[in-house]
């Protein structure tokens, strides 16, 4: 065996460089999440280690509703300000999901019906249109939205539909689907795109509809793929801010109502950030926040990838 | 290339010469200062005065941070905040009242209602009455509009009128008194304070005052004090103002500057 040649060891020097450096970057971005999630939980970490901070807030009083005035039941409240600041965490979690679950409602069967009409029935022509058309939405700024359901989107709702307060969950619900739709729509469409042609001709050979193809065939198929363009929505629409800061009227209220306004958990750390004594018991507790927004995201991203995987498995006949 | 870095140095060293002076706090007195922060570099020219809003806590927050020179309030520092201050400074904050302000009650143009008191006014914003026939009204569900926390105002309102008590959680927390004017112009239930200055396509309530009458937030009333609701407007700085910053506030205080808060909608205090 001849040892390799000079010019040969210097290449493979030059792989091993080069990867070394595409290792280092992408370790970078993951360092860069380790960081930021250290970052923002050691500043909560004061709620459970600082006697100063415990005294005024701790998990039973953020979580159970506590009697803060005499001679009313027990009940949650998220009044930071005050001669006794409450911190009570479920009318933010309330607000949160409300706000979401409105925005979900209007933005999976939007994004995916259009997904499904644009790969499978729009001509050619129009899909070219179309496609680019509904991801400029994603373009337009949060805070434009947010200024657009302010001023118009929530007259046209309160005339709709007689909503008492006029910001309230489904204007914000319905403005951020706005931003939802268009995540949804592009991925759940380049999934369906992908189903390869040979389903679709087996279906149509087999004399079904081009309605019952794309329904019980291409659907199906790309299920995986339209899950995750749900999961991505979802997690677009907890975290987004501008809009709800704006729109939702920012009312710490725990009821079930849609019609009433609401305080979401991002638009609570936005609007009081800034006032916050650095180092005191509020800011902790916003930081607090932050770090149940990134648990929460980060739960829900590992749940939906785990059952993608199982599907997926599923439907290739392994399992 | 070195030409366009000679010529970019050359265009902001000026800038740095003279350090600018910054202001920052209150929203209610944002338009104020920036007005007399115009016009005092217009009389002098060369100095910088730059001025930013974003609420009394943000401007205190900033003083104790060391991050502007003078923070405008709303509302008088509190002890705590004051006890920050001389912990990292070795030194006490100074107080300058530099205009009054009217806190004024806003309802929908369309609102029968003419006066309110003191006591109406906490039960409606404690969650106490939650209709406008309780108040002398028509029968409809009160909207109530207040300010985020970080807001001078709400904690003025919170004090004067709430008496300390919280906000009912259903009160809806809006960014800026603008936002709550424009929110009580559109919603015909709606109710919402703030300074008087803005009060522009709403109406404002009287408010009862110690001798049972009711009072706007006029220039007279509030200067006479018959109207409950005033509140001094201040500048804090570390220590006894000095320098640029001592300038810049005894223009506030001076005839011109008390001027300028009349023309836009504040009360002097001179």
């Known amino acids: 065996?001849?040892?390799?040649?000079?010019?040969?060891?210097?290449?493979?020097?030059?792989?091993?460089?080069?990867?070394?450096?595409?290792?280092?970057?992408?370790?970078?971005?993951?360092?860069?999440?380790?960081?930021?999630?250290?970052?923002?939980?050691?500043?909560?970490?004061?709620?459970?280690?600082?006697?100063?901070?415990?005294?005024?807030t701790d998990l039973a009083r953020m979580f159970l509703p506590q009697a803060w005035r005499a001679g009313r039941p027990a009940f949650f409240s998220w009044q930071p300000v005050s001669e006794i600041p409450k911190y009570s965490m479920v009318p933010l979690f309330v607000g949160t999901l409300k706000v979401t679950a409105?925005?979900?409602?209007?933005?999976?069967?939007?994004?995916?019906?259009?997904?499904?009409?644009?790969?499978?029935?729009?001509?050619?022509?129009?899909?070219?249109?179309?496609?680019?058309?509904?991801?400029?939405?994603?373009?337009?700024?949060?805070?434009?939205?947010?200024?657009?359901?302010?001023?118009?989107?929530?007259?046209?709702?309160?005339?709709?539909?007689?909503?008492?307060?006029?910001?309230?969950?489904?204007?914000?619900?319905?403005?951020?689907?706005?931003?939802?739709?268009?995540?949804?729509?592009?991925?759940?469409?380049?999934?369906?795109?992908?189903?390869?042609?040979?389903?679709?001709?087996?279906?149509?050979?087999?004399?079904?509809?081009?309605?019952?193809?794309?329904?019980?065939?291409?659907?199906?198929?790309?299920?995986?793929?339209?899950?995750?363009?749900?999961?991505?929505?979802?997690?677009?629409?907890?975290?987004?801010?501008?809009?709800?800061?704006?729109?939702?009227?920012?009312?710490?209220?725990?009821?079930?109502?849609?019609?009433?306004?609401?305080?979401?958990?991002?638009?609570?750390?936005a609007a009081e950030m800034g006032e916050v004594v650095f180092g005191g018991t509020h800011y902790a507790v916003l930081f607090f926040i932050g770090v149940e927004l990134f648990l929460f995201t980060f739960v829900l991203n590992s749940l939906a990838a785990a059952f993608v995987k199982r599907l997926v498995r599923r439907m290739a006949g392994t399992a | 290339m070195k030409r366009t870095l000679i010529a970019l140095v050359a265009a902001i060293a000026p800038a740095l010469a003279s350090a600018a002076v910054t202001v920052k706090g209150s929203d209610t007195m944002v338009i104020l200062a920036q007005r007399w922060a115009e016009e005092y570099m217009k009389q002098n020219t060369g100095k910088r005065v730059q001025v930013t809003g974003g609420g009394s806590g943000v401007g205190i927050a900033a003083l104790i941070n060391g991050t502007t020179d003078i923070a405008n309030a709303s509302r008088a520092m509190k002890?705590?905040?004051?006890?920050?201050?001389?912990?990292?400074?070795?030194?006490?904050?100074?107080?300058?009242?530099?205009?009054?302000?009217?806190?004024?009650?806003?309802?929908?143009?369309?609102?029968?209602?003419?006066?309110?008191?003191?006591?109406?006014?906490?039960?409606?914003?404690?969650?106490?009455?939650?209709?406008?026939?309780?108040?002398?009204?028509?029968?409809?569900?009160?909207?109530?509009?207040?300010?985020?926390?970080?807001?001078?105002?709400?904690?003025?309102?919170?004090?004067?009128?709430?008496?300390?008590?919280?906000?009912?959680?259903?009160?809806?927390?809006?960014?800026?008194?603008?936002?709550?004017?424009?929110?009580?112009?559109?919603?015909?239930?709606?109710?919402?304070?703030?300074g008087a200055a803005y009060a522009k396509g709403v109406k404002e309530v009287k408010v009862v005052g110690a001798d049972g009458q009711g009072y706007t937030p006029s220039a007279e009333n509030v200067a006479s004090g018959k109207y409950p609701l005033s509140r001094p407007l201040f500048m804090y700085t570390r220590g006894k103002p000095s320098g640029e910053a001592k300038a810049f506030i005894d223009y506030c205080l001076s005839p011109a500057g008390q001027k300028i808060v009349t023309q836009v909608g504040y009360f002097p205090v001179k």
């Not at chain 1, 080069?18 to 709620?47: D, H, K, N, S």
């Not at chain 1, 989107?153 to 489904?170: E, H, I, P, W």
């Not at chain 2, 108040?135 to 904690?155: C, F």
């Open chain 1, 1 to 56: 065996m001849a040892r390799p040649s000079p010019s040969m060891r210097r290449r493979q020097l030059r792989e091993a460089a080069i990867q070394a450096v595409i290792t280092l970057v992408a370790l970078t971005g993951i360092a860069a999440v380790v960081l930021i999630f250290v970052f923002v939980a050691r500043e909560a970490l004061p709620i459970f280690t600082s006697p100063e901070v415990r005294e005024e």
């Open chain 1, 102 to 269: 409105v925005a979900m409602l209007v933005s999976v069967p939007v994004g995916v019906a259009a997904a499904l009409f644009t790969s499978e029935f729009a001509p050619r022509r129009l899909r070219e249109v179309l496609k680019p058309t509904i991801e400029l939405l994603a373009g337009i700024p949060s805070v434009v939205l947010g200024f657009f359901a302010l001023i118009v989107l929530a007259s046209v709702l309160q005339d709709a539909f007689g909503f008492t307060s006029r910001l309230n969950a489904v204007v914000a619900g319905v403005a951020l689907a706005l931003t939802v739709v268009p995540v949804i729509f592009t991925v759940s469409e380049d999934a369906l795109t992908a189903v390869p042609r040979s389903y679709r001709e087996a279906s149509l050979a087999l004399g079904a509809t081009r309605w019952e193809t794309a329904f019980k065939v291409v659907l199906p198929a790309a299920a995986p793929g339209v899950l995750a363009a749900v999961v991505l929505g979802f997690g677009r629409s907890i975290g987004e801010t501008m809009i709800v800061l704006m729109a939702s009227g920012n009312a710490a209220m725990t009821t079930f109502s849609l019609g009433d306004s609401v305080r979401t958990l991002p638009a609570t750390i």
């Open chain 2, 79 to 194: 002890d705590a905040e004051k006890g920050k201050v001389r912990e990292r400074y070795n030194i006490l904050p100074t107080e300058t009242a530099v205009a009054k302000d009217g806190v004024a009650i806003y309802v929908n143009a369309a609102n029968p209602v003419q006066q309110l008191t003191i006591e109406q006014l906490a039960k409606i914003y404690a969650g106490d009455v939650t209709n406008w026939k309780d108040v002398g009204g028509s029968d409809a569900p009160i909207v109530l509009y207040s300010r985020e926390n970080s807001s001078g105002t709400y904690v003025f309102f919170k004090e004067n009128v709430l008496k300390g008590a919280d906000y009912a959680s259903s009160a809806q927390t809006l960014p800026g008194t603008a936002a709550v004017v424009n929110a009580v112009a559109k919603e015909k239930n709606g109710i919402g304070y703030g």
